[in-house]
């Protein structure tokens, strides 16, 4: 554990030098009791105490101005609980492409609830995750009408219902702010590439005790450029070797043929490659006997997309009369990114290219052959061959997104009891345009068949013969939420040590998703067709409770039970069980047991369909059994699905022995049945049941049908550190020590149905899970100057998936932050990312053309400068 040598460093020091840094007569610590009561996220019940029976992390508005982060995903993502299986927007080839989204433990962005202003927003119209994770784009979220940020660390399906499983992230907005704020940012890496703006405007009035009423309303634009694989160092050349020492960024398919599995160049009489590709060994490139016509696709890769974003956010609180008032709110984002689609610069005939018949719905191969008769093939015969078709138009993917959310309600006081009760709606409503990078398989046929596209000069080719060819697709997905809740907060009755506190509340709310195929795909007119389509909708209503109760004065218990009732798969009930001890002022301790749930998602349970293509094994092939076949591989929506249920446990203490001091060590451990995904495709083809594997009358293979399953369990557990320290001086400033820490002690899942559980943590089995991860940030604060310096830690973990390496290092990021406010009302800033300009650990398991490093956790940013302001009239 790396990281604990540092981290304990860290903690001993504050607790050391704490008592004799503080003043006698210094401002009552952040963590200090308050005689006001706070509403903290993962309960309905208010409380005097800040810190609860469950561990939550709380990113106030300071510390978001002192990160330097610019959205609400950079600021999310870089938290020691996201320590991995969550995809980010430089993952710019999924379904997904674009957004992000975050997911705690390890266990998917689906498994993490995410919330604004305590109440859901509509999901992600693209699932991630080969359809199934369905997740809030945390990109849509205003990051500047934020006033702080509570994460949850525990399971919360007892308060929230579903995907609350591995914890929750509420996102809080401003309340009651008076005055007007504008901002502005640039940013620029000293490498190129990913040039910044931000502007924003927060402005409110209305004093709601006074006058009655409050409107907060905020506007802020994001603009970035678009990080291309040829403007950085590590990955400009595309010969960063892979298995066997190969040249994993470029391709050797840019113009040859495979005669004899040897590879050989198509050349002009003058012995010249087309345009765009250069005369090279194939062997570097992917291991073949021969020469190519090859080309480096760093020009053609993007590492992190561009994007633009517009948003809008509106929240406004009338008093109706002294116990009622009237609330709402209204956010609207719109997001446009861009990046190079795929694994080639425009369109790739290639060997093992599908298209989709349009009768039978079932994919039938495209050849890879040069017709004989073809005036550019010196074989005489119908040759293999493998080409680049530069000029059918950049393969550019544009993924645009509007989402919104309006909610309204009424909440007040009646006698004793406060209620609330609030309805909403929500959308997100998506479109994907790839213009180029696919082929009109028909027009592409006769143009080979007749000799029409100039193989050897591809710009002689006549511009008719290119629009025949040359295809352009989108993509619409629809995601909608609307709902309504209502509940009572209050006090039951008198016990010996207080009032036993009461909340309960009723809530309905209808989700609806719906993903559409190109209709060049359903036509079988699209050459490698991606097939995403989901059509589902549902209704669920739930009713829940919570007792907060007093048994000493130091001692209380709180007990919470859900009912939720989904109109698809049936009924769930979560209960959980929390415990608060604090024998003494400085000493807290607490634990939690609980039980939870995550419904299915509705490209699970739904009428979804995936396509994808490859080779299996059929040992019942009727012309060579235990031959390699090419049928279509179907992943469907499985309407049979039971929710996969938790258990989740917690406990842990938290030590203030001095004002201005905290420390809290917490233990988890989740454990998860009927985790749903998809079987192995071999053991289906090798049961042969007809129900999932579909032949012709001959008994060749056809379609093989993989569904959705309840399937396996998955254990895991950690340790959460946070330490938060502040020294105060009379002339020298306030200093200030924070870090939260992270080790996952396992995660144990089965690799096959009813097989062993298989350790992932600090290994790459499937995906990214390093065993520690932190965020450590010391400041200063001298009069009207503030610095702060974060050092983010990522922990090494196992290399299991490649031979060339046996374990992927540690990496470490510095970020500085520095801020003057010596002219009234004007804060000037200056952010440096990554210091010192560390660069990804390399990862063998990664051969693919972008990088040779985990997207998931890491990108190429290098180091980052950030200057802006903010002017408050």
Same mark, same amino acid.
């Given at each position: 554990?790396?990281?604990?040598?540092?981290?304990?460093?860290?903690?001993?020091?504050?607790?050391?030098?704490?008592?004799?840094?503080?003043?006698?007569?210094?401002?009552?610590?952040?963590?200090?009791?308050? %005689?006001?009561?706070?509403?903290?996220?993962?309960?309905?019940?208010?409380?005097?105490?800040?810190?609860?029976?469950?561990?939550?992390?709380?990113?106030?508005?300071?510390?978001? +101005?002192?990160?330097?982060?610019?959205?609400?995903?950079?600021?999310?993502?870089?938290?020691?609980?996201?320590?991995?299986?969550?995809?980010?927007?430089?993952?710019?080839?999924?379904?997904?492409?674009?957004?992000?989204? #975050?997911?705690?433990?390890? !266990?998917?962005?689906?498994?993490?609830?995410?919330?604004?202003?305590?109440?859901?927003?509509?999901?992600?119209?693209?699932?991630?995750?080969?359809?199934?994770? *369905?997740?809030?784009?945390?990109?849509?979220?205003?990051?500047?009408?934020? +006033?702080?940020?509570?994460? !949850?660390?525990?399971?919360?399906?007892?308060?929230?219902?579903?995907?609350?499983?591995?914890?929750?992230?509420?996102?809080?907005?401003?309340?009651?702010?008076?005055?007007? +704020?504008?901002?502005?940012?640039?940013?620029?890496?000293?490498?190129?590439?990913?040039?910044?703006?931000?502007?924003?405007?927060?402005?409110?009035? @209305?004093?709601?005790?006074?006058?009655?009423?409050?409107?907060?309303?905020?506007?802020?634009?994001?603009?970035?450029?678009?990080?291309?694989?040829?403007?950085?160092?590590?990955?400009?050349?595309?010969?960063?070797?892979?298995?066997?020492?190969?040249?994993?960024?470029?391709?050797?398919? @840019?113009?040859? /043929?495979?005669?004899?599995?040897?590879?050989?160049?198509?050349?002009?009489?003058?012995?010249?490659?087309?345009?765009?590709?250069?005369?090279?060994?194939?062997?570097?490139?992917?291991?073949?006997?021969?020469?190519?016509?090859?080309?480096?696709?760093?020009?053609? *890769?993007?590492?992190?997309?561009?994007?633009?974003?517009?948003?809008?956010?509106?929240?406004?609180?009338?008093?109706?009369?002294?116990?009622?008032?009237?609330?709402?709110?209204? %956010?609207?984002?719109?997001?446009?990114?861009?990046?190079?689609?795929?694994?080639?610069?425009?369109?790739?005939?290639?060997?093992?290219?599908?298209?989709?018949?349009?009768? *039978?719905?079932?994919?039938?191969?495209?050849?890879?052959?040069?017709?004989?008769?073809?005036?550019?093939?010196?074989?005489?015969?119908?040759?293999?061959?493998?080409?680049? /078709?530069?000029?059918?138009?950049?393969?550019?993917?544009?993924? $645009?997104?509007?989402?919104?959310?309006?909610?309204?309600?009424?909440?007040?006081?009646?006698?004793?009891?406060?209620? +609330? &009760?609030?309805? /909403?709606?929500?959308?997100?409503?998506?479109?994907?345009?790839?213009?180029?990078?696919?082929?009109?398989?028909?027009?592409?046929?006769?143009?080979?068949?007749?000799?029409?596209?100039?193989?050897?000069?591809?710009?002689?080719?006549?511009?008719?013969?290119?629009?025949?060819?040359?295809?352009?697709?989108?993509?619409?997905?629809?995601?909608?939420?609307?709902?309504?809740?209502?509940?009572?907060?209050?006090?039951?009755?008198?016990?010996?040590?207080?009032?036993?506190?009461?909340?309960?509340?009723?809530?309905?709310?209808?989700?609806?998703?719906?993903?559409?195929?190109?209709?060049?795909?359903?036509?079988?007119?699209?050459?490698?067709?991606?097939?995403?389509?989901?059509?589902?909708?549902?209704?669920?209503?739930?009713?829940?409770?919570?007792?907060?109760?007093?048994?000493?004065?130091?001692?209380?218990?709180?007990?919470?039970?859900?009912?939720?009732?989904?109109?698809?798969?049936?009924?769930?009930?979560?209960?959980?069980?929390?415990?608060?001890?604090?024998?003494?002022?400085?000493?807290?301790?607490?634990?939690?047991?609980?039980?939870?749930?995550?419904?299915?998602?509705?490209?699970?349970?739904?009428?979804?369909?995936?396509?994808?293509?490859?080779?299996?094994?059929?040992?019942?092939?009727?012309?060579?059994?235990?031959?390699?076949?090419?049928?279509?591989?179907?992943?469907?929506?499985?309407?049979? !699905?039971?929710?996969?249920?938790?258990?989740?446990?917690?406990?842990?203490?938290?030590?203030?022995?001095?004002?201005?001091?905290?420390?809290?060590?917490?233990?988890?451990?989740?454990?998860?049945?009927?985790?749903?995904?998809?079987?192995?495709?071999?053991?289906?083809?090798?049961?042969?049941?007809?129900?999932?594997?579909?032949?012709?009358? $001959?008994?060749?293979? %056809?379609?093989?049908?993989?569904?959705?399953?309840? %399937?396996?369990?998955?254990? &895991?557990?950690?340790?959460?550190?946070?330490?938060?320290?502040?020294?105060?001086?009379?002339?020298?400033?306030? /200093?200030?020590?924070?870090?939260?820490?992270?080790?996952?002690?396992?995660?144990?899942?089965?690799?096959?149905?009813?097989?062993?559980?298989?350790?992932?943590?600090?290994?790459? #089995?499937?995906? *990214?899970?390093? $065993?520690?991860?932190?965020?450590?940030?010391?400041?200063?604060?001298?009069?009207?100057?503030?610095?702060?310096?974060?050092?983010?830690?990522?922990?090494?973990?196992?290399?299991?998936?490649?031979?060339?390496?046996?374990?992927?290092?540690?990496?470490?990021?510095?970020?500085?932050?520095?801020?003057?406010?010596?002219?009234?009302?004007?804060?000037?800033?200056?952010?440096?990312?990554?210091?010192?300009?560390?660069?990804?650990?390399?990862?063998?398991?990664?051969?693919?053309?972008?990088?040779?490093?985990?997207?998931?956790?890491?990108?190429?940013?290098?180091?980052?400068?950030?200057?802006?302001?903010?002017?408050?009239?």
């Amino acid at each position: 554990m790396p990281c604990v040598v540092p981290l304990t460093a860290a903690i001993a020091t504050a607790l050391l030098f704490a008592p004799h840094l503080a003043r006698a007569d210094e401002a009552p610590a952040s963590n200090s009791k308050t %005689l006001s009561t706070v509403v903290v996220t993962g309960s309905n019940i208010g409380r005097a105490d800040a810190e609860g029976p469950n561990p939550v992390q709380v990113i106030s508005r300071e510390q978001i +101005e002192t990160s330097g982060k610019a959205t609400v995903a950079d600021l999310l993502r870089s938290i020691s609980a996201n320590t991995g299986n969550a995809a980010n927007e430089t993952s710019n080839s999924g379904w997904a492409s674009g957004s992000a989204g #975050i997911g705690l433990r390890g !266990l998917s962005q689906k498994n993490t609830l995410v919330l604004l202003n305590g109440r859901r927003l509509a999901n992600y119209g693209f699932p991630a995750g080969g359809l199934s994770d *369905t997740f809030v784009n945390l990109n849509a979220l205003p990051l500047v009408a934020v +006033e702080r940020i509570e994460v !949850l660390k525990d399971g919360a399906s007892a308060v929230y219902g579903s995907d609350a499983v591995a914890g929750v992230v509420n996102i809080i907005t401003r309340q009651n702010f008076e005055g007007l +704020e504008i901002g502005g940012r640039i940013g620029i890496s000293d490498e190129g590439g990913l040039d910044e703006r931000q502007a924003k405007i927060v402005g409110g009035f @209305g004093d709601f005790d006074s006058d009655g009423y409050n409107v907060l309303y905020s506007v802020d634009y994001y603009d970035r450029d678009r990080l291309d694989q040829s403007e950085r160092d590590l990955t400009r050349s595309g010969i960063y070797t892979g298995p066997g020492g190969r040249w994993n960024g470029w391709s050797a398919k @840019g113009a040859r /043929f495979l005669v004899d599995g040897v590879s050989v160049p198509l050349l002009d009489a003058n012995g010249n490659c087309p345009t765009g590709t250069v005369l090279t060994a194939s062997a570097p490139i992917d291991g073949l006997a021969g020469d190519t016509c090859a080309f480096n696709q760093a020009d053609y *890769t993007t590492l992190i997309p561009a994007t633009e974003r517009l948003q809008g956010y509106l929240n406004g609180t009338l008093r109706i009369n002294e116990n009622v008032e009237a609330f709402g709110e209204a %956010l609207y984002s719109y997001i446009r990114g861009t990046s190079w689609f795929g694994s080639s610069p425009y369109f790739t005939l290639e060997s093992g290219r599908f298209a989709l018949n349009a009768e *039978t719905g079932l994919a039938e191969p495209v050849p890879a052959l040069l017709p004989a008769n073809n005036p550019y093939n010196p074989y005489g015969v119908a040759t293999p061959i493998e080409y680049t /078709f530069f000029n059918l138009g950049a393969s550019i993917k544009t993924n $645009r997104s509007d989402a919104y959310r309006v909610l309204g309600g009424l909440r007040g006081r009646w006698g004793e009891w406060d209620w +609330e &009760t609030t309805a /909403f709606a929500a959308r997100s409503k998506e479109t994907e345009n790839v213009a180029g990078g696919f082929a009109n398989r028909w027009g592409l046929y006769d143009a080979l068949n007749n000799g029409t596209y100039n193989l050897h000069n591809p710009a002689a080719t006549p511009q008719s013969v290119i629009d025949s060819i040359a295809l352009s697709t989108d993509r619409t997905a629809d995601s909608k939420l609307t709902g309504a809740d209502a509940k009572i907060i209050g006090q039951l009755f008198e016990l010996p040590a207080g009032r036993v506190g009461f909340a309960a509340g009723v809530e309905w709310r209808r989700e609806e998703l719906v993903s559409r195929n190109p209709w060049q795909i359903d036509a079988g007119l699209q050459i490698r067709p991606a097939i995403a389509a989901v059509d589902g909708s549902r209704d669920v209503a739930a009713v829940y409770a919570e007792f907060n109760l007093p048994v000493t004065s130091t001692f209380e218990v709180q007990v919470a039970g859900r009912g939720d009732h989904y109109s698809d798969f049936g009924n769930a009930f979560s209960p959980k069980l929390s415990l608060r001890w604090q024998p003494f002022d400085a000493l807290l301790l607490r634990a939690a047991a609980s039980r939870g749930f995550r419904a299915p998602s509705l490209s699970e349970n739904a009428d979804s369909t995936s396509i994808s293509y490859g080779s299996v094994v059929d040992p019942h092939d009727p012309d060579v059994p235990g031959s390699r076949q090419n049928p279509t591989f179907f992943t469907v929506g499985n309407t049979n !699905l039971e929710p996969e249920r938790t258990h989740s446990y917690n406990a842990g203490f938290v030590l203030s022995p001095w004002a201005d001091t905290s420390l809290s060590v917490d233990w988890y451990r989740i454990e998860l049945d009927n985790l749903i995904g998809t079987g192995n495709s071999a053991t289906i083809v090798q049961q042969n049941n007809p129900a999932d594997v579909i032949r012709d009358s $001959r008994g060749k293979l %056809l379609a093989v049908y993989n569904r959705y399953q309840n %399937l396996t369990e998955l254990k &895991t557990s950690g340790i959460d550190v946070e330490l938060r320290q502040r020294w105060r001086t009379d002339s020298a400033g306030d /200093f200030g020590l924070s870090s939260v820490y992270t080790h996952v002690l396992e995660y144990r899942r089965q690799n096959t149905v009813g097989g062993p559980l298989v350790d992932y943590a600090g290994s790459n #089995i499937s995906f *990214t899970l390093p $065993r520690n991860k932190a965020a450590t940030t010391a400041d200063w604060i001298l009069g009207d100057f503030t610095t702060a310096l974060t050092w983010y830690h990522t922990g090494g973990y196992a290399q299991t998936r490649s031979t060339a390496q046996t374990r992927v290092d540690n990496y470490d990021q510095l970020d500085l932050y520095f801020a003057w406010s010596g002219i009234d009302k004007l804060t000037l800033f200056a952010k440096v990312q990554n210091l010192t300009n560390e660069e990804p650990p390399y990862d063998a398991s990664f051969p693919g053309i972008r990088a040779p490093y985990d997207f998931s956790q890491y990108d190429l940013r290098g180091r980052y400068f950030s200057v802006g302001f903010d002017y408050t009239f």
